[in-house]
C-alpha cells in the first residue's frame, strides 16, 4: 500500500494532478482564471520555455511519433545526462527567482491569492483551516464512539501470530472508520461552503496527505502483527519515517503548486523532496543492516553469508536506481525495473523450493544407504565422505541457475555469452572433466567397497572369515596403485579437456623419470626388493617377523617401507633394500618350545610323564583347546647343566599363540612339580677340602 500510495503521489507531483472539489464541475472552456495563468506563464521564460518544449513533444507524437521513437533509442543514460542537466538549470532557475526582487515579490503578489475570486492568502488560509477542523471535529467524535469496541478488539500481551494477526486486522479495520469519516466529512465541508478554488485545492491536499499517512501505518501494523514486539518496533518506527517522508514531501510540492511556484523552483523543490525520500530509505536500510544480515545468514553456507554481508549495499543501489529512473523519467524505466525486480523474486523463491527439494533428497538417499548398509557394510561411511559435498554441489547448482536468471531479468547478456562458442567450448569441457572424473570415482569407491567387502566378511554365523595373509598385504597395495593410476589418468584427461597438450606432459615425466630413476637407486633398489618380497608371499600383514635386527607384528607395507610394531610398543619402519634375511615366526602355525630343568636326583621318565599330564590338561581345557594343536612332543633330555636336567617338550599353535601356550604350560607345570615334589633347582656350587678325592656328598653352600 505504501508503494501504490507513493507512486500515485509522485504521479501527481509530476504531471499535476489536478486536485479539486467533487462539487466543482469542468467548465466547457478555458475561463478567466485559467487565461491568466496562461498568460503568466508566457510572460515567464523558464515557464514559456516549458510550455513550447511541450507543445511541440505533443505535435511530434501526433505527425507519427518520430521524436519519441528517437528519445527512446537514446536510452536512459542520455536522460540521466539530461536530467543532470535540468537540475543545474532548475538551481540557477530558483537561485535567480530567490535572488530577484522583482519576480519574487510579483509572485508573492500574485501566487497567494485565489486567482478566481482574488481573496487574499489569510482569508484562504482561514477558509481551509476551518475546513480541516470540521473534519477533524467528526474524526474525534467516531473515536469517541468506537472507543469501547476498539478496547475490546485489543490483543492479549501474550498470543500466537495467528491472534496477533486477527487483533490487528480488526484494528485497521476500526481505525479505517474514523479516517473515512474524517475525510468525507471535508468533502462535505468543502462542497457545502463553497470554497475558493485554492482553498479547497488545499482541502483535499491535506486530506489525502493525513488520511493516506494514517492509513498507510494502521496497514504496516496490521502486516507487522506476526513478527515478535521487538522485531516489529524498530522496523515500523522506520517505515513510519518512510511513509512520513514521501507523503508530507508530496503535500509540501502539492501545496507549492497550488501556490503557482514558478516552474524551475517547483521541479528543484520536487528533486529536492525524491533527495530527501532517498535519504529516509538509505538510512533505514544502513541502521537494520546487521539485524538483516542475522537473518539473512540463518544456518547457510558460505555464499548466503557473503551475500548476507553486502545485501544493504544491494539495496542502496537499488533504490539510488529507483530515484534516477524517477527524476530522469527515463521512458519505461519503472516498468523494466518492476519486471525485473519481479522475475528476480520469482527466481530467489524457486530457487528456495528447489533448495529445499535437494534437501529432502539427500536425505531420502541417505535413508536408502542406511537400508543398503545392513547389506553391503561400510557403504553409508563411505557415501558419508560425499554426502556433504553432494549436497553443496547441487545447492551452488541451483543458486547459479537462479542468479543467471535474475541477471537476464535485468538484461545482463549471461546467456548470450554462454552461447557463444568460447563459452560452449568451456561449458563442454567443464561437463566432460565431471564426467570423467564422476566415473574415476565410482570405480575408485567400488574397487575399495569390494576389498573391504572382502577382507571384512563374516560366515553365516557373523563370524570374520579369516583371509590369508597375501591378501590382506596385496590388497591395500592394489587400492594405493588403483588411486596412483586413476588420478593421474583424470589428472591428464582433464588437462587435455582444458585444451593443454599432454604430449610433451608426458614426454616431460618420461625424461624425468628417467633421471629420477638414475639418481634414486637406492628408491628403486626398495622398490624392486619389496616387489619381490610380497610377490613371494614372504611377509604379511599381522603376522610376527624378524629383519634387519627387528622383530615385530607387520602393520603394514608400502611399496618402499614395512612398518613393525615390537612388543613395547615401538614402531621400526625398515626399507626393503635393507632387508636381507627375513624370520618368519608365524607363517601357517608355530611351535611353544619349553625346556623343563629339573633336579639330577629326579628320574626323568617319571618327569616325561608328568609333562605329558599337564599337555593333556590344556588339551581338554576349554580356555586353551583351541590354541594347541595336538600331539604334545617330548624330546626328552636335552641338556645337562651344571644344576639341572634339561628336558625339551614342544607345543604345535596356531600362528601368534606359541608365546600364550608356553607361558600358560609353565604355570601348570610349576604347580605339578610343586605338588609332586619334583625339584626345580636353582644355579648351586659343591665346595670340597683337600686334595684327596671328593667325598661322595659335600656341603652346598
Given amino acids: 500500500m505504501i508503494r501504490t500510495f507513493g507512486i500515485l503521489a509522485v504521479l501527481a507531483v509530476l504531471w499535476g494532478w489536478p486536485l479539486t472539489s467533487a462539487a466543482q464541475e469542468a467548465p466547457a472552456g478555458p475561463d478567466a482564471a485559467e487565461l491568466e495563468a496562461l498568460a503568466a506563464d508566457l510572460k515567464d521564460e523558464a515557464r514559456r520555455a516549458e510550455l513550447v518544449r511541450r507543445i511541440e513533444a505533443l505535435a511530434a507524437a501526433r505527425k507519427g511519433g518520430a521524436p519519441a521513437a528517437e528519445e527512446a533509442a537514446r536510452g536512459p543514460l542520455a536522460s540521466v545526462t539530461e536530467s543532470i542537466a535540468a537540475f543545474g538549470g532548475d538551481v540557477a532557475g530558483s537561485l535567480s527567482f530567490a535572488f530577484d526582487p522583482g519576480v519574487f515579490r510579483q509572485w508573492l503578489a500574485q501566487g497567494f491569492d485565489d486567482p478566481a475570486s482574488g481573496a487574499p492568502l489569510w482569508t484562504v488560509l482561514g477558509q481551509a483551516l476551518l475546513v480541516l477542523l470540521a473534519g477533524f471535529i467528526v474524526e474525534i467524535a467516531v473515536r469517541r464512539l468506537m472507543a469501547g469496541l476498539r478496547r475490546a478488539s485489543e490483543r ?18 476500526l481505525g479505517t472508520v474514523p479516517l473515512a469519516a474524517f475525510a468525507l466529512a471535508s468533502f462535505a465541508a ?35 502483527a506476526p513478527l515478535d514486539d521487538s522485531g516489529a518496533a524498530g522496523l515500523l518506527a522506520w517505515l513510519r519515517r518512510l511513509v512520513l517522508a514521501v507523503v508530507y514531501g508530496w503535500l509540501v510540492c502539492e501545496i507549492a503548486r497550488i501556490f503557482a511556484l514558478p516552474s524551475a523552483p517547483y521541479r528543484l523543490l520536487v528533486d529536492l523532496v525524491g533527495l530527501a525520500v532517498l535519504a529516509v530509505a538509505v538510512s533505514m536500510v544502513l541502521r537494520n543492516r546487521i539485524a538483516v544480515r542475522d537473518r539473512l545468514r540463518g544456518g547457510g553456507g558460505r555464499i548466503r553469508s557473503r551475500l548476507a554481508d553486502i545485501w544493504h549495499v544491494v539495496a542502496v543501489a537499488y533504490l539510488a536506481a529507483v530515484f534516477l529512473v524517477w527524476a530522469s523519467a527515463v521512458e519505461g524505466g519503472f516498468a523494466y525495473m518492476g519486471a525485473a525486480s519481479a522475475w528476480t523474486v520469482a527466481a530467489v523463491a524457486a530457487a528456495r523450493l528447489a533448495d529445499l527439494g535437494v534437501l529432502r533428497l539427500v536425505d531420502a538417499a541417505t535413508r536408502w544407504e542406511i537400508r543398503a548398509d545392513s547389506r553391503f557394510p561400510g557403504v553409508k561411511a563411505r557415501a558419508d565422505r560425499y554426502v556433504p559435498v553432494l549436497r553443496k554441489s547441487l545447492r551452488t547448482a541451483v543458486w547459479l541457475i537462479a542468479a543467471v536468471a535474475a541477471l537476464e531479468a535485468w538484461r545482463a547478456p549471461v546467456l548470450d555469452l ?88 608426458l614426454a616431460g615425466v618420461g625424461i624425468a623419470g628417467l633421471a629420477i630413476g638414475f639418481g634414486a637407486q637406492t628408491l628403486v633398489k626398495d622398490v624392486i626388493t619389496g616387489l619381490f618380497i610380497v610377490m613371494e608371499d614372504q611377509v604379511a600383514v599381522g603376522e610376527y617377523v624378524s629383519l634387519a635386527g627387528h622383530a615385530g607384528i607387520v602393520e603394514g607395507m608400502s611399496i618402499r617401507t614395512i612398518r613393525l610394531r615390537d612388543l613395547s610398543g615401538t614402531v621400526h619402519v625398515v626399507p626393503f633394500g635393507e632387508v636381507g634375511t627375513v624370520e618368519n615366526l608365524t607363517r601357517d602355525y608355530s611351535y611353544a618350545v619349553i625346556d623343563a630343568g629339573v633336579g639330577y636326583g629326579e628320574d626323568t621318565d617319571r618327569v616325561s610323564d608328568v609333562l605329558r599330564e599337564v599337555a593333556a590338561g590344556m588339551e581338554s581345557d576349554g580356555d586353551w583347546r583351541d590354541r594347541v594343536i595336538p600331539p604334545f612332543e617330548v624330546f626328552g633330555v636335552q641338556e645337562l647343566g651344571d644344576s639341572a636336567v634339561i628336558v625339551r617338550c614342544r607345543f604345535k599353535t596356531p600362528p601368534m599363540h606359541q608365546w600364550a601356550v608356553a607361558r600358560e604350560f609353565r604355570r601348570r607345570m610349576k604347580k605339578r612339580f610343586d605338588e609332586l615334589g619334583i625339584e626345580i633347582p636353582f644355579p648351586h656350587r659343591t665346595v670340597y677340602f683337600g686334595g684327596g678325592k671328593a667325598p661322595e656328598s659335600a656341603p652346598e653352600s
Avoid: H, K
Fill in 156 to 173: 492479549p500481551e501474550s498470543g500466537g501470530a495467528g491472534e496477533r494477526l486477527l487483533a490487528a486486522a480488526v484494528a485497521l479495520l
Fill in 190 to 224: 468543502v462542497s457545502v461552503a463553497a470554497l475558493p478554488q485554492t482553498a479547497a485545492e488545499l482541502v483535499l491536499a491535506v486530506v489525502y496527505a493525513s488520511s493516506g499517512a494514517r492509513l498507510a501505518m494502521l496497514a504496516l501494523r496490521a502486516v507487522l
Fill in 418 to 505: 554462454l552461447a557463444a562458442p568460447v563459452g560452449e567450448r568451456i561449458i563442454g569441457a567443464l561437463v566432460r572433466i565431471a564426467l570423467v572424473l564422476g566415473v574415476f570415482l565410482v570405480l575408485w569407491e567400488a574397487l575399495c567397497l569390494a576389498i573391504e567387502r572382502y577382507l571384512d566378511a563374516r560366515d553365516e554365523d557373523g563370524n570374520p572369515v579369516q583371509r590369508s595373509g597375501r591378501a590382506r598385504t596385496l590388497l591395500p597395495l592394489l587400492r594405493r596403485a588403483s588411486a596412483i593410476l586413476l588420478l593421474t589418468v583424470g589428472g591428464l584427461t582433464a588437462a587435455s579437456e582444458l585444451g593443454i597438450d599432454i604430449a610433451p606432459l
